[in-house]
């Protein structure tokens, strides 16, 4: 799926009013912003606009507002980071309306280049996260064109996100694409609809009930599928094998052993850990230490549980990465959280650092690890959306992506 969308390079936004919808949802700590990597991302889009001429109004949501508006979600520390990054000042409209009567003026008064912030949308609850017509509406009201660059949020039908994009079109403007979007999408359906073989994807993370579908479009789609994190012990279990404590869905069994047997009809290569390094009991805190064992997959322990993948297993899958010219990434291998824990996902990260393949790491936990052990720079793409990219490489067609006009 190429993505034939128009894009910010197809409008004219030189005097224009353009609302960009961003992914400003950064990690906060007492008020401070902890890794700006997503603010970061949206600048590129961001100066175009401004360079053009036009009057660039960014909104976005940041963390889940499950207590209605307060200032402990508010964009304010956002304003802040882009006026530094961008080097003029960002105008924020701290009204928890997000788009009343304070949002209006500050707009009127906007001049060629400038840029205006708004408060966290889903200070508007329910409007928002249910697409409602009213605040859908408010939002296109501000502005002529509108610009979608939250890749992080393009999986959800949100009025910022989906219900402004119609009443964009009733006025006659356009609906575009950002940089930001364009690049994920560019880089993740490569990657699913025309990759460059062999095609390797890693799965990992601790629930099978949330890669089931991926599983099934990958197995499609790929050479060789590599399973590590919690959910290989479902699979485990599936052929038979005890796992002791480990995490394990009874109810996905069956479809394990569907998928395994999907995987051979089609004549790909499925790999599950070959052994794995238990502890006897969750770590509590996460990254206490610990001691470890390490069993074969055909011989663990009945009383302890598996935390991550063994030395044999690492051989294993960084063998099959080093022949591979696409690599896809999502999720751990093991608890990462905890130093003895982590060799696995550190031992997948180091290779992929270390290949010659495209490399793309899909959102989440796994791009997080990435970064934080430093690989970072050494691949082809970070995801910035976690959800969005698995949604994605589900094969599913994303609302913020359905709502941009054609080419």
Request: hydrophobic residues 40%; proline residues 3%.
């Amino acid at each position: 799926m190429g993505l034939n969308k128009k894009s910010v390079d197809d409008i004219n936004a030189k005097g224009k009013r353009v609302l960009v919808r961003c992914d400003f949802n950064v990690p906060l700590k007492n008020g401070e912003i902890t890794d700006d990597t997503r603010i970061v991302a949206a600048l590129p889009t961001i100066k175009k606009l401004i360079g053009d001429g036009g009057k660039v109004i960014l909104c976005s949501h940041l963390g889940k507002v499950k207590n209605g508006p307060n200032e402990g979600e508010s964009l304010a520390p956002v304003a802040k980071r882009l006026s530094e990054k961008l080097g003029k000042e960002v105008t924020f409209v701290a009204d928890y309306n997000v788009t009343g009567e304070a949002a209006t003026k500050a707009v009127e008064n906007m001049k060629e280049g400038d840029v205006v912030l708004l408060q966290n949308t889903r200070f508007r609850g329910a409007e928002e996260t249910k697409n409602g017509e009213e605040f859908s509406k408010e939002l296109a009201d501000l502005a002529d064109l509108y610009v979608c660059d939250a890749f992080g949020s393009s999986h959800r039908a949100h009025a910022s996100v989906a219900g402004v994009t119609k009443f964009i079109t009733a006025k006659g403007g356009q609906n575009v694409v950002g940089y930001l979007m364009e690049k994920e999408i560019n880089f993740l359906g490569k990657a699913v609809e025309d990759p460059v073989r062999p095609f390797v994807a890693i799965l990992g993370g601790a629930k099978v009930a949330d890669k089931l579908n991926v599983i099934s479009n990958l197995l499609e789609k790929c050479d060789t599928l590599i399973i590590g994190g919690g959910m290989a012990y479902t699979f485990l279990k599936a052929k038979g094998y005890e796992i002791g404590n480990s995490l394990v869905d009874e109810t996905k069994i069956d479809y394990c052993k569907e998928m395994m047997e999907k995987a051979e009809s089609l004549g790909k290569k499925l790999l599950l850990p070959v052994d794995s390094v238990m502890v006897d009991a969750f770590p509590n805190p996460i990254d206490a230490e610990i001691p470890t064992y390490v069993y074969d997959a055909d011989a663990m322990a009945a009383d302890k549980e598996a935390c991550d993948i063994g030395p044999k297993t690492i051989e294993l899958y960084a063998e099959a990465v080093k022949t591979a010219k696409t690599v896809v990434w999502n999720g751990p291998m093991g608890v990462f959280e905890n130093p003895v824990l982590a060799a696995g996902t550190k031992a997948v990260a180091a290779a992929l650092a270390d290949t010659d393949a495209t490399t793309i790491i899909g959102g989440g936990d796994s791009a997080a690890a990435v970064n934080q052990l430093g690989y970072g720079s050494k691949m082809s793409h970070i995801s910035t959306g976690g959800g969005a990219s698995l949604e994605f490489l589900e094969g599913k067609e994303l609302p913020g992506v359905a709502a941009a006009n054609d080419k």
